[in-house]
């Protein structure tokens, strides 16, 4: 017998073709960055398997320069947050502003409702601003006085943040962490990728003249293929002996949310690779940036919970 995550098909594309647009928005994002290949693809992936990413790394390796590449890749709307301890959440989420002509309240929409939503150093913020986002990210909707609007489809909330300087910026909740799909690193480039890319930014900046390889509606028709990927039992077996060796070995293991977040992300790795089923090796591929940022290793443990996941996937039979 198979599971299906999604079992409405209706306005998905065939697979071949999602797996063609993946490509396409991949190749497109890397003529801007270089030498970051698995990065760019896992970020696609994410874009089509309905997640959201937390970029994590040092200042100045180009965090905020994918997140704009991945927008402009797509024909749809993009807004930026910047960030910072003096945010509000209705600088994210919008206001209700009282017209006087009218003798009536107008709801101004905050940077939220786009289809692409950058939060440019996110730990700057206090968790009471951060957690603006939560709604919108897992329920794709935005509440404000009482008041529920939707976002709008595709919705992905690409979040960056620096890892250094943590005496000035606020831990991200374990409840935020959970709602991304993936957390990423990028590192510095090595010596040919860091020549090409002075190369490439000797006068004008690449990133001005990326146009669009891909509409809002192709996009949307590939995540509903994406969507309906087909999932054996045994699969899901896999992830869910992958979550409990998590929870078994640390103080706090991956939830059944982390657990779902795999899945979708190894559906939209089958795709990108021209599959209507997921195999284990699709798993495997995505199974360390999406459960990695979810646990909390054990005081007295010498893992990290990226070190647990490895050994989860040595450790777990297929």
Known sequence: MSDNLAADSGGATDVETAGALARRVTANVEEVIVGHHDVV????????AR???LLEDVPGVGKTMLARAVARSVDCSFKRVQFTPDLLPTDVTGVNVFNEKDREFEFHPGPVFGNVVLGDEINRAPPKTQSALLEAMEENQVTVDGTTRSVPDPFI????QNSVERDRTYELPAAELDRFMKKLQMGYPDKSDESEVLARVVGEHPIETLGPVATVDEVVAARRTVANVT???AIREYVTGLARFTREHATLGVSPRGSIALLRAAQARAVLNDRDYVIPDDVQREAVVTFGHRIRPAPDGDHTGRELVQEALERVDV
Request: glycine content about 6%; overall charge negative; cysteine-free.
């Open 41 to 48: 693809e896992h970020l696609v992936t994410t874009l089509l």
């Open 157 to 160: 909330v690409i979040a960056t």
């Open 51 to 53: 997640g959201h990413v």
């Open 231 to 233: 999932v054996e039992d």
